[in-house]
């Protein structure tokens, strides 16, 4: 007759549980650190062009693969890296840089940006086809969209700007960003197609 003593046995469903939670742990390290190392990343534009960064698209990818909640921590994590001081952000700032200036709300758009595009994106089916095309690419612009409308607000409450100035802002970059999102959208259908599992909770 086991004892108080005795340990509980492990079943499967806890070992299940825990190679779960690892996993979750593993992805969100990944796609923070991915995010991270795009900062350094970008794409000259003419000799007086704004540098395409890939950073901003990244950070809907990982909405799109790993779904509202692992996004959400994804972007939490590496914006608490760069509030600790590592220079995580486009540039080479720190989140605490970014926080002080102009720029505030797109960090704010940052960081709901991959909630958003991931509840999305996990609404989508499961097979490969025109279906999943079609919701993992509204939920990309909803996420891009989030980008903008925090960027907006943050040009309007810390840069002075009126809502027409702010929105207008935001011109230079539609296209391009409407381009990377493209990519973001075929390589996570891609990762959904080759990785179903990544899509259970």
């Known amino acids: 007759m086991p ?43 003419g000799t007086a062009g704004v540098p395409i960064v890939l950073q901003n698209a990244s950070i ?51 960081l709901i940006s991959p909630l958003v595009a991931g509840l999305i994106a996990y609404l989508a089916p499961k097979k490969r086809g025109a279906g999943m095309f079609i919701v993992l690419g509204l939920a990309g612009i909803a996420g891009l969209i989030t980008q903008y409308a925090s960027g907006i607000v943050g040009l309007v409450l810390r840069a002075g700007l009126s809502f027409s100035e702010a929105t207008l802002a935001q011109g230079a970059f539609v296209l391009p960003d409407l381009a990377k999102i493209a990519v973001m959208i075929v390589i996570a259908a891609g990762v959904h197609v080759a990785f179903p599992d990544i899509r259970k909770k």
Do not use: E, N
């Open 60 to 110: 809907v990818l990982a909405g799109l693969v790993l779904g509202g909640r692992r996004g959400f921590l994804t972007a939490l994590l590496f914006l608490a890296l760069g509030l600790i001081g590592l220079p995580v952000l486009a540039g080479g700032r720190t989140t605490l840089a970014a926080l002080a200036g102009p720029t505030a709300g797109y960090i704010v758009g940052y």
């Open 3 to 45: 004892t108080s003593s005795t340990p509980a046995a492990v079943t499967p469903q806890k070992k299940q549980s825990s190679r779960k939670q690892l996993q979750d742990v593993a992805l969100i390290a990944v796609f923070a650190a991915l995010i991270i190392v795009l900062a350094f990343v970008s794409i000259p534009v």
